[in-house]
């Protein structure tokens, strides 16, 4: 989920099977290995005193901006986009693909539809009620996350940026109204009788439809069941052109959304990122900004990451655990 540069709602368009996409500024996204990910943190990055460190440091640094990606979600049973060895586990729905054609989004949605039912289901983790523990007691500050599940905010984070928008939300882009989506799951459910039961894993020929969530909180499902399910229209305008309220990739991150982000790193005392391999412009700019200040940036994460070169710390371990021992040391020193 992406770059800067505004969205706005789409001119009507020409005819109901095609929507006008924004000129974007693109997402990286190579299959191949990129070379940031053949490389490995420092020995010292899994010792445990780097731990200690990490503890010392927030310490130091009251209120620090926090940076979340898909690996701070993965224990809620989301699991991420890439492999350690940064390539794409999923090729996800691209944005331009989806303003294409109706076909497009109907397939979209069918997956959306039925994956939308467990997605939602997904729980904060140890690792989410960690951070807002420690938001709470000061140490950390805002949270600004790629993730698009609402899970930090479950677990009572406040003064959360959702960098790549929520799929709670969806957004025409034909007309710009925005709706809950469970409102859309309702009218989707009415639309298509008998379909929710591929909820459950039910196929007429008596296979089961894939159990693994995917990134963007969609599924796999056969070429058939696709091709039968009827879309949902906007409310408003009548058009097939309602699309989840996050950055797809190909797609921009709103401006005034990156500007706040770029703000919140001038503010920040330092920054700490959690769970992401920085693989994509869209994170890796705010680390570049916050090393150019002069600040402390630190990550916590399993394997390699792009922005390894700009961090003052790297902790090479898994977030749950360490966050709590980050805890638990807080409160030692209390």
Known sequence: MPDAAPTSPSPRPPHPGSVAAPA?????????????????????ARSPEAVARLADLLHDHPGTLVLTGAGMSTDSGIPDYRGRDGTRRVTPMQHGEFCASTENRRRYWARSFVGWQRFSRAEPNAGHRAVAALQRSGVLGPVVTQNVDGLHQVAGSRDVTELHGTLAEVVCLTCGDRSPREALQRRMAEANPGFEALARGEVADGSRVSSQIRPDGDVVLPDEAVAGFRLAACPVCGADTLKPDVVFFGGSVPR??????????DAAPALLVLGSSLAVMSGLRFVRHAARRGIPVVGVTRGPTRGDEHMSLRVDADLAPTLQRVLAARGRAA
């Open 24 to 44: 974007p500024l693109r997402r990286t996204d190579d299959t191949a290995t990129p070379a940031w990910a053949l490389t490995q943190p420092p020995p010292e």
């Open 256 to 265: 005034e959304r990156v500007e706040h982000v770029f703000a919140l790193t």
